[in-house]
């Protein structure tokens, strides 16, 4: 069979060819900024493949479809993989061009637009937030008139956290308007809006083949959110145990949520729930993707899995690693966002017992900017350890580590006054 992989992160880890096997003829279609610019590296990425192209402005470029549609009708392609939430849609309107079966329009557009997402989950009885589409400023004041500060407005199809805004009053209004003027056109904005929720966040990670689920497991981010990196605080994750009380009743939730939507027969999840501080579940969204922010790594060490891998050999024909029951051992992450100034010193390695992985992802002397995204960091650690507790507390002393071992001054030339971390 011939494959067409589209692809915007970092090749290495990502062997495609590999994974769905020799029998197989691999085409790339891939971000320039996913490639190496080392040469023995960049060659190692893009080895094994049939053909590849490396595409400049590959998220906006709509040349990616135009060569994807000129491959195919050279040599046809059998079946499309992308990894990326920022690809999913792309990848099914090519199937549906080329005519070959995986995920189709109707059934990305309800994982990537949240308006269709939440509205498909309504109607089957999914606990969620009051919602609305917000294309102007009648929609919002409306909606803020009928549920109340705060409110959340979010993209209806964005990803990471990115332009999420909580509305506490009516400045916050006027902040969300000056951010987007298209509120103001006759086309209007493509905007949803929420009430917010007290939580804790929940987030269930997993995959489904050929219609069977072969994982779903809930990790929770404890008091920290998505939102809080955006704001310089770090935030954290960590695997239920296998005892929790939660666990039977977020999957439970989850699996119903998942059989209200058009899903395919093979994909990874990434869902998020609500703990409300009533502790009832609250569904919040889901998407046909693995999750972001090295939930990836997490369960590697967990379960012994690379998630992405047990998907493409899935649907390679491949017989993917068996999945374990439960986590074989609990593990969590930490990440650690920047903050505006100029990164004086930061560690190169970790010294709390329990870390099994700390990586610095910015040197001395980087003029830093908040974080945009929620998965943006300049230091992440990964934990293990035979219970949550355990993990839990390894992260936290890891964290007070990493803020005494940090110095971000104020100004562009690292010289201004400030306090270390």
Same mark, same amino acid.
């Given at each position: 069979?011939?494959?067409?992989?589209?692809?915007?992160?970092?090749?290495?880890?990502?062997?495609?060819?590999?994974?769905?096997?020799?029998?197989?003829?691999?085409?790339?279609?891939?971000?320039?900024?996913?490639?190496?610019?080392?040469?023995?590296?960049?060659?190692?990425?893009?080895?094994?493949?049939?053909?590849?192209?490396?595409?400049?402005?590959?998220?906006?470029? &709509?040349?990616?479809?135009?060569?994807? #549609? @000129?491959? $195919? +009708?050279?040599? /046809?392609? =059998?079946?499309?993989?992308? !990894?990326?939430?920022?690809?999913?849609?792309?990848?099914?309107?090519?199937?549906?061009?080329?005519?070959?079966?995986?995920?189709?329009?109707?059934?990305?557009?309800?994982?990537?637009?949240?308006?269709?997402?939440?509205?498909?989950?309504?109607?089957?009885?999914?606990?969620?937030?009051?919602?609305?589409?917000?294309?102007?400023?009648?929609?919002?004041?409306?909606?803020?008139?009928?549920?109340?500060?705060?409110?959340?407005?979010?993209?209806?199809?964005?990803?990471?956290?990115?332009?999420?805004?909580?509305?506490?009053? &009516?400045?916050?209004?006027?902040?969300? #308007? @000056?951010? $987007? +003027?298209?509120? /103001?056109? =006759?086309?209007?904005?493509? !905007?949803?809006?929420?009430?917010?929720?007290?939580?804790?966040?929940?987030?269930?990670?997993?995959?489904?083949?050929?219609?069977?689920?072969?994982?779903?497991?809930?990790?929770?981010?404890?008091?920290?959110?998505?939102?809080?990196?955006?704001?310089?605080?770090?935030?954290?994750?960590?695997?239920?145990?296998?005892?929790?009380?939660?666990?039977?009743?977020?999957?439970?939730?989850?699996?119903?949520?998942?059989?209200?939507?058009?899903?395919?027969?093979?994909?990874?999840?990434?869902?998020?729930?609500?703990?409300?501080?009533?502790?009832?579940?609250?569904?919040?969204?889901?998407?046909? +993707?693995?999750? /972001?922010?090295?939930?990836?790594?997490? !369960?590697?060490?967990?379960?012994?899995?690379?998630?992405?891998?047990?998907?493409?050999?899935?649907?390679?024909?491949?017989?993917?690693?068996?999945?374990?029951?439960?986590?074989?051992?609990?593990?969590?992450?930490?990440?650690?966002?920047?903050?505006?100034?100029?990164?004086?010193?930061?560690?190169?390695?970790?010294?709390?017992?329990?870390?099994?992985?700390?990586?610095?992802?910015?040197?001395?002397?980087?003029?830093?900017?908040?974080?945009?995204?929620?998965?943006?960091?300049?230091?992440?650690?990964?934990?293990?350890?035979?219970?949550?507790?355990?993990?839990?507390?390894?992260?936290?002393?890891?964290?007070?580590?990493?803020?005494?071992?940090?110095?971000?001054?104020?100004?562009?030339?690292?010289?201004?006054?400030?306090?270390?971390?």
């Amino acid at each position: 069979m011939r494959y067409l992989v589209l692809n915007r992160t970092p090749l290495t880890g990502r062997p495609f060819p590999d994974w769905l096997g020799a029998d197989h003829e691999v085409v790339l279609l891939t971000d320039a900024a996913a490639v190496s610019a080392e040469p023995d590296v960049r060659s190692a990425q893009l080895g094994g493949y049939a053909h590849v192209e490396v595409i400049d402005d590959f998220h906006f470029n &709509p040349l990616v479809e135009s060569r994807a #549609l @000129a491959l $195919h +009708r050279k040599g /046809g392609f =059998d079946r499309v993989i992308a !990894l990326s939430e920022f690809d999913i849609l792309r990848a099914a309107r090519l199937r549906e061009l080329f005519g070959v079966p995986g995920q189709d329009v109707a059934s990305a557009t309800a994982f990537r637009d949240k308006l269709v997402m939440k509205r498909i989950l309504a109607k089957a009885g999914i606990p969620l937030a009051p919602f609305a589409p917000v294309a102007n400023l009648q929609d919002l004041l409306g909606f803020i008139e009928q549920q109340g500060f705060p409110v959340v407005v979010k993209p209806r199809r964005g990803g990471g956290s990115m332009d999420v805004h909580v509305l506490h009053d &009516p400045q916050d209004v006027e902040s969300l #308007l @000056a951010a $987007h +003027r298209d509120l /103001g056109t =006759d086309d209007g904005a493509q !905007l949803l809006a929420e009430k917010y929720i007290e939580h804790e966040l929940v987030h269930v990670d997993g995959i489904v083949t050929a219609g069977e689920t072969r994982l779903m497991w809930p990790s929770t981010q404890g008091d920290s959110t998505c939102l809080d990196i955006k704001q310089g605080q770090a935030l954290h994750s960590c695997l239920l145990d296998a005892d929790d009380p939660l666990l039977d009743p977020v999957r439970e939730l989850t699996g119903r949520a998942l059989a209200a939507l058009p899903v395919p027969d093979t994909f990874m999840f990434h869902a998020e729930v609500f703990l409300d501080a009533d502790r009832r579940l609250v569904f919040n969204e889901v998407a046909s +993707r693995m999750g /972001g922010g090295m939930i990836e790594h997490v !369960l590697q060490l967990g379960f012994g899995i690379t998630l992405p891998e047990v998907y493409v050999r899935s649907l390679g024909g491949n017989a993917p690693a068996a999945v374990p029951a439960v986590p074989e051992r609990i593990a969590g992450l930490s990440l650690f966002p920047p903050r505006a100034g100029t990164l004086v010193a930061i560690p190169d390695t970790c010294p709390v017992p329990g870390i099994d992985t700390y990586t610095r992802h910015a040197a001395p002397g980087t003029v830093l900017e908040p974080a945009r995204l929620s998965v943006e960091k300049i230091g992440s650690v990964l934990a293990t350890g035979r219970t949550r507790g355990e993990v839990e507390m390894a992260l936290a002393e890891a964290l007070a580590w990493f803020e005494r071992s940090t110095v971000i001054r104020p100004g562009t030339d690292g010289t201004g006054a400030g306090s270390a971390s």
